[in-house]
């Protein structure tokens, strides 16, 4: 493919050489800022207007004066898509980050918001796998921030928080994910995404008031109740895990991927006999494929090009011929 990559910074679009922030800016070296990430599906983006809703949201909560409107903004996010689409092939799609920063600067002087776009190609081999494989699940020892020193809500720039999370895990197991708990022992999210489980035919999820408001977790909820699927928030612990009959996690770039495992014990009969993802997984991944109008599953493996991507691509196939019989 052809094309420069190109990112916007403060009303310009410019190559990655020239976007350039001072590394004396708050936002560089405190996490001072915001940011949201929107995914595309067959080049378009999928519910920009409920990521902007939420990046303003974000923004009222941390106090930053953007300095645009939202048309505005949402014209530069189409903008920097598509002067960026000849980097890409029909198969593959980008996931376009906003960052927003405070612009405060440690040197005092003039500190304008800093707002910047980039695309950011989706590497579909990280994710291939999950979707038959499942993800192996960890709860570390780091919990969640608590909701009274940093809302949950916001998509906020400070992530020290997940990162510590994730490095706990990866010390035990490099290939697993850690499922965060708050204060309490209750389950929150991932460091990357919102977790769901079912039991007795119910779809759980974490209280909004804990977690992150997932633009796919919202979905998700719409998708529920077209499917007749009861949706119940709530405290839950490990415990309701263990016993749990299948569970997935979700978040923009992989849209959903099933859990195997928590802790080294398998979720419900997830993992050695075909059965990912659970049969309420898949009928909501096949309405969220449907929804966007691309197989993200097939796209991710088609991307592998190799001998084991013609075996997770048998494994998909496989499991949604028995879900149709």
């Known amino acids: 493919m052809s094309g420069e990559n190109i990112i916007y910074l403060n009303g310009a679009f410019v190559p990655p050489e020239e976007a350039m922030v001072p590394v004396t800016e708050r936002g560089f070296f405190g996490g001072d800022g915001i940011y949201e990430v929107t995914r595309t599906f067959g080049h378009k983006l999928f519910s920009l207007d409920k990521h902007l809703d939420r990046l303003f949201r974000s923004l ?6 953007v300095g645009i409107t939202r048309e505005e903004l949402a014209a530069a996010t189409q903008e920097t898509l598509d002067r960026n689409l000849g980097r890409i092939d029909a198969r593959s799609d980008y996931a376009v980050w906003h960052v927003i920063t405070r612009g405060d600067n440690v040197m005092g002087g003039p500190s304008p918001t800093i707002v910047a776009l980039f695309c950011v190609e989706i590497e579909f081999d990280i994710y291939a796998g999950t979707y038959v494989n499942g993800l192996r ?32 895990v ?8 850690p499922l965060m708990l708050d204060g309490d022992g209750n389950i929150t999210e991932t460091n990357t995404g919102n977790f769901f489980f079912v039991a007795d035919g ?5 209280r909004a008031r804990t977690v992150l408001g997932g633009v796919t977790r919202a979905t998700i909820l719409e998708l529920a109740a077209e ?15 263990y016993a749990a009959d299948e569970a997935f996690v979700c978040s923009t770039t992989p849209v959903i991927m099933p859990a195997v495992s928590l802790n080294g014990a398998p979720i419900g009969s997830s993992g050695n006999d075909g059965s990912l993802p659970g049969p309420i997984t898949l009928r909501l991944m096949q309405a969220f494929i449907d929804r966007v ?17 013609v075996g997770l691509a048998k494994a998909w196939a496989s499991r949604m011929a028995a879900s149709e019989s």
């Open 60 to 65: 009222a909560y941390v106090r930053i004066d």
């Open 137 to 168: 699940l960890i709860t570390p020892g780091v919990r969640r921030t608590p909701v009274d020193s940093i809302d949950p809500k916001a998509k906020v720039l400070s992530r020290m928080n997940q990162i510590q999370a994730a490095l706990e």
């Open 170 to 177: 990866k010390r035990v197991d490099p290939g697993a994910t």
């Open 202 to 206: 119910k779809l759980c999820t974490s």
């Open 227 to 241: 499917l007749c699927i009861e949706v119940v928030e709530g405290d839950y612990t490990s415990y309701d895990v």
């Open 293 to 309: 109008g691309v197989d993200y599953v097939e796209q991710a493996m088609s991307q592998l090009g190799d001998n084991a991507a």
